[in-house]
């Protein structure tokens, strides 16, 4: 019907504008199958006015009576199409083809959808409505024919389609391309119609896609890929998203395969982003370690951002130290700390890791240093002009191999600038972009913070081992108890230097105390909690006190320190106690008794080599570690045969996360079995066995071999206890120093046993013993049964005593006083050195 035409079989004119809603028709209908909207198009369809069936049931329109049956199946649908047979005003069966949704109430119980009575209501009296849910009918009535076929539609959509298509005939050759195809492949589509894709695309990937094209084929099914191609005219290697339909005619032949291609380039180098990010985040800072960390930035850059990279740090910074404030200008010097390349050796580095070279001012690491932020340039001919007077041999390298683009990146963290990255492509022909440089800038930021984590772990570290080497022994003390070796290695992990120690104390008596013990933690805490037990082991050892008191002394001092570290009322801020805590070994050896006295207090038990090579891990009771309190510690008493060793180490000597910790004492057993030509070749063997890398704790060792006092080096006399026994004493004394050849130091030694032997007679109990000890001093020591301790006092010029000890005193090195089981022991040490 044209659209001059009257509506004489009660149509209307067929509207000018065919976009409007008119031309189609639109009915709702509510759940009970009232109509509630009509408009002006299906006015137009059936001739009826919106007045004549809004209120209606929509029945009443079908040409014949709807089966129950179907009513009730289309409830439950959320959509039906198909054709219906209408009723027209006139009287007319329609064919009408119908499409309906079923609409359901929204939020607020009105309907659901676009468009109500109101919205289709022709005449604007669509009646009321509704409720809840319901259906809306659409339908398309005949209008003019469109003056342009369908085809030649399908044929400019195709061409113009922003998606980039080609359409391939069963021999894979091109027969049509749209406009986009064109501009992704550089050619018209004349030059490609006839050509296969392997044939167009010069790429391995073009072999690949017409074997997914022959899938098709060979299949009927669609099939989808990705490939990654440098296509011609373009400057960075690209990847596709493809997917190939199969073309089908009217009887479901395929007769060709559609191709059609998204960019994914973006995306792809997006994930490729995420992705180094991640690795970056799980490769850079594996360790404290300086050179490693830079060493680690360098590895993840290359090759996925850049082809070649260095990494370049301020000297200051290496020791630990702080580079000084505000961001460097000018000519920078910077010393060379990792490098790596997508060539063997890094033929491209003008200088070699390790060396210090001056940056000028123009060049990019003094520009981005100066600035604080990173930059991306362009090596072209001119800058390379400018270089060739300023650095011709970092200029001759660019030539060489071809190096265009370089992004510089400032190494900055907690407002400190550490160095520099320059990141720089050869390879890849691509130059960086803003995208690389927020890449290379957030990669570098990270490892910019490991490596200041290394600076100040590096300067802690070299604190704590300052503090820990001044505290220990730097050499063995001058004794003729026992020959001794040590070794102590700091730990290689993150922890820090620990609180491992050891010391060889001389006691009175030619006897010495060989100690060690391990503080828990690690750092400077640890190292100056290792200061003070070690300061205490030797002022309680001075006192000579059995190793068994001298822990529970220690033991009290560790749990001061524990209050300490938690605060002045026991407790910390959150109050929880210190968590001071150490184990120990403490031995006392008697060259003269070759009496071996022990106590540990939850340490590892010492081991014993005799001299003809057994080894026997000493059972001594194990005792509580320092700190718990209130738990008794034992002495272990024992002969030890001379030339014997004994062994006392730290547990980072055999615990290992690698090794049990029996297997690791085994190995230590099986060492120390094998003979050495010296304690020192000894406990290197023993490293080396038990640590062949560097210790993940602190480690140490210490050796010490017996020796035995015989009786060229002693002499001993029984005192009665008679005042006249005191003349008889002084003779043997000075008999006994002139078989020795002391004759020099007889009168002073003769002073001295007369005070002391008069003494130990006067003020105390039998028995009474008088024993010289010849070593590289004269020892002088007077037992008697009594445990009263004389003090030095100065004497007032009335007195008549109080004299004697004061100048037994001044006469000798040293005196002093030591309990024993059956009374007390008064001891003198009287040098040789003049005589």
């Known amino acids: 019907m044209t659209r001059s035409e009257a509506a004489g079989d009660g149509r209307a004119a067929w509207p000018e504008d065919p976009a409007a809603e008119t031309a189609t028709a639109r009915v709702t209908v509510d759940p009970r199958g009232i109509v509630t909207g009509w408009n002006e198009g299906a ?115 195709f061409a113009q389609s922003p998606a980039t298509m080609a359409l391939y005939d069963t021999g894979l050759r091109l027969r049509l391309a749209n406009q986009d195809m064109e501009r992704v492949m550089g050619l018209p589509e004349e030059a490609m119609r006839g050509l296969r894709v392997s044939e167009i695309v010069a790429d391995p990937q073009g072999d690949r896609t ?214 720089t492509r050869h390879r890849r022909p691509e130059p960086f972009t803003p995208d690389d440089l927020l890449l290379g800038g957030e990669i570098t930021a990270r490892a910019a913070v490991c490596v200041d984590n290394a600076r100040r772990y590096a300067r802690e570290r070299r604190t704590s081992l300052t503090l820990q080497s001044s505290l220990l022994p730097a050499r063995p003390p001058r004794q003729a108890a026992v020959e001794v070796a040590s070794r102590y290695l700091p730990s290689s992990t993150q922890a820090g230097v620990g609180g491992d120690w050891f010391d060889v104390i001389p006691l009175s008596g030619a006897r010495v105390a060989l100690v060690v013990g391990d503080v828990v933690g690690h750092g400077v805490q640890a190292s100056a909690a290792m200061g003070r037990l070690r300061t205490a082991v030797r002022t309680l050892a001075d006192v000579d006190l059995p190793p068994d008191e001298l822990l529970t002394h220690l033991d009290d001092l560790v749990i001061h320190l524990s209050a300490e570290a938690g605060g002045e009322d026991g407790a910390g801020a959150t109050g929880d106690t210190g968590d001071t805590g150490a184990t120990c070994l403490y031995a006392v050896y008697d060259p003269v008794s070759r009496r071996c006295s022990l106590a540990r207090a939850g340490h590892l038990p010492p081991a014993l080599v005799t001299a003809g090579g057994a080894v026997e891990f000493l059972d001594v009771p194990a005792g509580p570690p320092l700190g718990l309190g209130g738990l008794p510690f034992e002495t272990t008493e024992l002969e030890l045969p001379e030339g014997s060793v004994l062994v006392l180490y730290t547990d980072g000597l055999v615990e290992s996360r690698d090794h049990d910790i029996d297997e690791s004492l085994g190995t230590l057993r099986e060492v120390l079995a094998r003979p050495a030509p010296s304690l020192d070749v000894a406990c290197d063997s023993v490293l080396r066995a038990l640590l062949p890398d560097r210790p993940a704790d602190d480690v140490a060792l210490l050796m010490a071999r017996t020796r035995a006092l015989d009786a060229a080096h002693v002499a001993t006399w029984e005192v009665p206890h008679d005042p006249a026994a005191v003349a008889e004493t002084r003779k043997n004394a000075c008999r006994q120093l002139a078989a020795w050849g002391l004759d020099e130091a007889a009168f002073v030694t003769e002073l001295v046993v007369s005070e002391l032997v008069t003494n130990a007679v006067r003020y105390g109990d039998a028995p009474v013993r008088l024993r010289l000890i010849r070593d590289s001093d004269l020892v002088i020591e007077v037992s008697d049964g009594s445990s009263t301790t004389p003090h030095l006092r100065r004497a007032r010029t009335s007195d008549e005593g109080g004299r004697g000890l004061l100048l037994v005193a001044q006469l000798t090195q040293g005196w002093g006083t030591r309990q024993t089981y059956t009374g007390k022991t008064i001891w003198a040490e009287q040098s040789l050195s003049a005589s």
């Open 43 to 157: 006015r137009r369809l059936l001739g009826y006015r919106s007045s004549e069936v809004v209120g209606r049931t929509a029945a009443g329109l079908l040409a014949t009576e709807p089966h129950p049956g179907t009513v009730r199946a289309l409830r439950a649908l959320s959509r039906w199409n198909g054709t219906v047979t209408l009723r027209h005003r006139d009287g007319r069966a329609l064919a009408v083809s119908l499409l309906a949704h079923h609409r359901m109430p929204d939020r607020a119980g009105g309907e659901g959808g676009d468009g109500g009575s109101e919205r289709y209501g022709g005449d604007g009296d669509a009646g009321g409505g509704g409720g809840g849910g319901g259906w809306l009918l659409v339908s398309a009535p005949a209008g003019p024919p469109s003056p342009l076929p369908a085809e030649a539609l399908a044929m400019w959509a």
């Open 210 to 423: 017409e074997q997914l094209m022959r899938r098709v084929l060979a299949t009927g099914a669609p099939q989808q890929g990705q490939v990654a191609l440098r296509l011609a005219g373009h400057e960075r290697e690209s990847v596709w998203a493809l997917s190939l339909v199969p073309v089908r005619d009217t009887a479901g032949t395929v007769r060709g395969v559609l191709l059609s291609a998204r960019d994914m380039t973006e995306e792809h180098l997006a994930r490729e982003r995420l992705v180094l990010l991640n690795d970056a985040s799980l490769r850079i800072g594996s360790t404290l370690d300086l050179a490693r960390t830079a060493e680690e930035l360098a590895d993840v850059a290359v090759p996925q951002l850049a082809d070649f990279v260095t990494v370049d740090l301020l000297p200051s910074i290496e020791g630990g130290g702080d580079p000084r404030a505000g961001a460097p200008s000018g000519p920078v010097m910077l010393r060379r700390v990792a490098v790596r390349s997508v060539l063997a050796g890094c033929p491209e580095a003008v200088v070699p890791r390790g060396a210090v070279a001056t940056y000028p001012g123009g060049s990019p690491v003094a520009e981005c240093l100066a600035t604080g932020r990173p930059l991306i340039r362009e090596l072209t001919d001119r800058v390379l002009a400018g270089w060739e007077h300023e650095d011709p041999e970092r200029a001759e390298r660019v030539r060489r191999y071809g190096i265009h683009s370089v992004l510089a990146v400032p190494m900055r963290a907690r407002g400190i600038t550490l160095g520099v990255a320059v990141f």
